[in-house]
Nanobody, 114 residues
């Protein structure tokens, strides 16, 4: 399985971005698809996750602003990010937790200017 993330960029505070992550290969089920982020000097943290296309959870810091969704029978993962703030600046990674192992995408940079 390979994951290709895209959609990052530079945006002003209050703006929006949509990240995409396309998975190639057979993932298997049950699985969890999630977005993580890592800011400079900080640990990687979970942003949002969707479990087997149904159960969703968000980090408290993004609730009400970010929306995770999937499409194409779980092969595409999205993260709609609204009302962005400078604290959202980080490299964003998609991850798939499959029955046998985890897979990570290459990361996409999101920079929010104040």
């Amino acid at each position: 399985v390979q994951l290709q993330a895209s959609g990052g960029g530079l945006v002003q505070a209050g703006g929006s971005l949509r990240l995409s992550c396309v998975a190639s290969g057979r993932i298997g089920s049950p699985n969890t698809m999630s977005w993580y982020r890592q800011a400079p000097g900080k640990q990687r943290e979970l942003v949002a996750a969707i479990h087997s296309g149904a159960v969703i959870n968000y980090a408290d810091s993004v609730k009400g602003r970010f929306t995770i969704s999937s499409a194409n029978a779980g092969k595409t993962l999205y993260l709609q990010m609204n009302s962005l703030i400078p604290e959202d600046t980080a490299v964003y990674y998609c991850k798939v937790t499959a029955p046998r192992r985890d897979y990570w995408g290459q990361g996409t940079q999101v920079t929010v200017s104040s």
